[in-house]
């Protein structure tokens, strides 16, 4: 890989200590990319960097992930530009659809804790009747000493 030297595109800037001209601390620092700066074909990509400042560069006019790039990250990329793209009343349907799902998700959620704590009272139910100590049966299900005492 070049060094930052070489790639006029991006800039590697550390602080200086302006009273002794050392570097204030190797791990802090900026980075600048200049986009307009990186003038690198397709083909003349040479590592993953290269490949990052070109979709930057280039995602507006993409109309497919390349071949090089066909990854799930890059994958990632281009779906979130394609949310760019939707028209408000597309992008509300999206959400919407999206939010279904969740809710969708949250009451499967919901459904399973229901069965869980049915299960848990079915289970002190029966220990109940056999006489169990009340700790025990709070220790097993997981149930409060009142709800057994309400049972």
Known sequence: MKSSFEDHYLQNISLVNTGTGEIFHNGL???FLELPEFDKREDELENELDKWVYVLKHMHSL???PEYLDKR???KIFNVAEMGKLSPEQRFLYESDLQKQS???CVLA???EKGKL????EIARAMKKENFDIYKIAKFTKLSIEQINNL
Do not use: A, L, P
């Open 29 to 31: 620092g900026f980075k």
């Open 63 to 65: 109309g497919k992930i």
């Open 118 to 121: 049915e299960f848990s009272i």
């Open 103 to 105: 809710d969708y998700q």
């Open 110 to 112: 919901d459904m399973v």
């Open 73 to 75: 990250i890059f994958q």
